[in-house]
Nanobody
Framework: QVTLVESGGGLVQAGGSLRLSCAASGGTVNKYTMAWFRQSPGPGKEREFVAAFRWTGGTLYSDSVKGRFTISRDIANNMVSLQMNSLQPEDTAVYYC??????????????????WGQGTQITVSS
């Protein structure tokens, strides 16, 4: 059983930066695809893929964050992080860390992740 705990959320002005961290226990981050998803407020909003660090060592990003966000993996401390720069109001969401066994074609699909953190709120003011 993998347990994931996120930290680093908060309120930031547009153009600012935040760094999220996800500490894993019960499993090692290099044995899973580790990913970040987000869910914006409002009815019908689905959990949206943000970035992933695949167990193979490769990374994937959504088009909306590419060039602004960077995912990294710290095997020694069993953590993954998400550095978020140039934040915009549309980045406002609850951000979730996830772990799963995925292949390249399923990495962006939340249904292929079996372990989730509790989520952390990011609010970007304009």
């Amino acid at each position: 059983q993998v347990t994931l705990v996120e930290s680093g959320g908060g309120l930031v002005q547009a153009g600012g930066s935040l760094r999220l961290s996800c500490a894993a226990s019960g499993g090692t981050v290099n044995k899973y695809t580790m990913a970040w998803f987000r869910q914006s407020p409002g009815p019908g909003k689905e959990r949206e893929f943000v970035a992933a660090f695949r167990w193979t060592g490769g990374t994937l990003y959504s088009d909306s964050v590419k060039g602004r966000f960077t995912i990294s993996r710290d095997i020694a401390n069993n953590m993954v992080s998400l550095q978020m720069n140039s934040l915009q109001p549309e980045d406002t969401a609850v951000y979730y860390c996830a772990a799963g066994s995925t292949i390249l074609s399923t990495t962006r699909n939340s249904q292929h992740y079996g372990y989730w953190g509790q989520g952390t709120q990011i609010t970007v003011s304009s």
